[in-house]
Nanobody
């Protein structure tokens, strides 16, 4: 059974940095498109960032572009999200997702596996 486990969330202040990690027990991790989504309190889940398999191509939501960096270590089967200059509006549960055939990178469809999420709270 595939396991996707996020870690690294926490309570930080405006302007702080945080790095999220996602460990996925996928046999062929390097062949999966990996993404980060988040769900703010009382809102729908939204796209944050994604990286194509093989490291080819990274994508970001406009709201995080220039502040967040997505990366992957295929040898460790781990996905990362480095977040800088955090803002209160970044407060959300952050989810990691993996998809073997993701056509629409910024939507939840096409992602086959999801983690349980990790809470990020940014206080003003």
């Amino acid at each position: 059974q595939v396991q996707v486990v996020e870690s690294g969330g926490g309570l930080v202040h405006t302007g702080d940095s945080l790095r999220l990690s996602c460990a996925a027990s996928l046999l062929t991790f390097s062949r999966y498109t990996m993404g980060w989504f988040r769900q703010p309190p009382g809102k729908e889940r939204e796209f944050v960032a994604a990286i194509r398999w093989g490291g080819g191509g990274t994508y970001y939501a406009d709201s995080v572009k220039g502040r967040f960096t997505i990366s992957r270590d295929n040898a460790k089967k781990t996905l990362y999200l480095q977040m800088y200059n955090l803002k209160p509006e970044d407060t959300a549960v952050y989810y990691c997702a993996a998809g073997a055939d993701v056509r629409l990178i910024g939507t939840t469809s096409g992602y086959d596996y999801w983690g349980q999420g990790t809470q990020v709270t940014v206080s003003s």
